[in-house]
């Protein structure tokens, strides 16, 4: 199938959708969007603003400057205890949500399955159809916490199974998989022999002193395993479009083939000022107060959530929350309707997250501390108006 013809297969995001009902709505308070409210910490655009004056404007190589792969290298080593060789087995692209595609593009089949705890992040599924392969949604559930499970796993696998997309700490759940969780998945992907792309963007925001491990890490795990990763969400630049990739050689390589003929190469100037935030100890100072202040923004949407009658998990990371809305008698999608215009707050509908969102909605509390609280009272106040809990 060609890829315009893929194309039509693929549907705008229903996220989208809502922004636009909610454009034009005085006073409306936005739960919705997925991204850090924190700016850019400060020293990273004065680097930025450096390198520009140095003249960094030109064409970089396809797989990113050597200065960058090699600081994301010993951030691997030291964070995330994974050994990927700079030179060949890492590459810098324009924003994590492209690797998605690429890495896939890298192995699979026409109509090959691809594996996909369910809910999940929008673009999974997507990338899968243009891919050419067939997205397998895996439900997760509330009672486990959100957290994938092999049992689960089993009762999807096929023999034209070929990859798994894992995502810890989730978007839209928040769940992270703890590293029993890790380990038996690594065991079930050797078994079956499958690639699993493992998207941690969200690798820094984790709370209650939990610890988020990566899959690579894992022994014998790197052969198999595409550690997809950006500075959008850990350094609050999502508007940069930065993001890095540690694989094998082999996928690498065809990665940095398709950028060849696609981007060419990210934002030269850019990757220049993340070579060093990441070497900055005030990078990591700011990631862990923004750490902080979401930890603290959580515990109070849990706690007022689950006053006001709607069950939540206490999500362990991320910047999501993932409360139960299927009691109120309303489907995900009338429960955000009804909240737009009656709370004038905008919160995603679960099913927006796959089959197995329906029942719930998405808030992000990326969002400062008194709006959260101005968004609970008013959504508190309809669902007591409307005799909904
Ligand atoms: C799970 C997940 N992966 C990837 C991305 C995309 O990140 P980037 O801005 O680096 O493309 C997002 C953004 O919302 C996300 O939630």
Same mark, same amino acid.
């Given at each position: ?94 924003? $994590? ?58 009762? *999807? ?20 998989? $703890? ?22 963007? *969200? ?64 934002? $030269? ?99 400062? *501390? ?20």
């Amino acid at each position: 199938m060609a890829l315009s013809d893929r194309l039509e297969l693929v549907n705008p995001s229903e996220i989208r959708k809502l922004f636009d009902l909610a454009q034009g709505i005085e006073g409306v308070i936005s739960l919705g969007i997925g991204e850090p409210d924190f700016d850019t910490p400060a020293h990273i655009k004065e680097y930025a603003k450096e390198a520009l004056d140095r003249g960094l404007t030109h064409y970089s190589p396809n797989s990113g400057i050597p200065e960058l792969r090699e600081a994301v290298a010993e951030k691997l080593k030291k964070h995330n205890k994974i050994n990927a060789d700079p030179k060949t087995q890492i590459m810098i692209t324009v924003g $994590t949500n492209q690797q998605i595609l690429m890495g896939l593009s890298t192995f699979l089949k026409d109509n090959e399955e691809v594996l996909i705890p369910s809910p999940m992040f929008v673009s999974y599924a997507p990338a899968v159809i243009l891919a050419g392969g067939k997205p397998i949604e895996v439900p997760t559930y509330e009672e486990n916490e959100f957290r994938l499970s092999v049992d689960e796993l089993k009762k *999807y696998i096929t023999p034209r199974t070929r990859a798994l997309i894992i995502n810890s700490p989730n978007n839209p759940t928040g769940a992270v998989l $703890t590293k029993k969780d890790l380990e038996e998945i690594a065991d079930f992907a050797v078994e079956h022999d499958l690639i699993i792309l493992s998207d941690e963007v *969200y690798e820094y925001f984790v709370y209650d002193g939990v610890k988020n491990y990566s899959m690579a890490s894992l022994n014998g795990m790197f052969e198999r395993t595409i550690t997809m990763n950006g500075f959008s969400k850990t350094f609050a630049m999502t508007g940069w479009r930065l993001g890095f990739v540690a694989a094998p050689e082999w996928i690498i390589e065809k990665m940095i083939r398709f950028q060849m003929y696609n981007a060419t190469c990210p934002v $030269t100037f850019i990757q220049y000022a993340a070579a060093k935030a990441l070497r900055d100890e005030r990078s990591w100072e700011a990631i862990e107060e923004m750490r902080r202040e979401y930890e603290r923004r959580r515990n109070l949407v849990w706690k007022r959530l689950n006053e006001m009658g709607l069950p939540t998990v206490k999500p362990k990371g991320a910047f999501y929350i993932f409360p139960r809305i299927k009691d109120t008698g309303l489907s995900s999608k009338e429960f955000s309707e009804l909240m737009i215009k009656e709370a004038k707050v905008v919160l995603v509908p679960g099913s927006a997250f796959g089959q197995a969102g329906e029942g719930y909605i998405r808030i992000s509390y990326a969002t400062a *501390y008194e709006k959260l609280e101005e968004a609970m009272d008013r959504i508190e106040k309809v669902l007591k108006d409307k005799e909904l809990v």
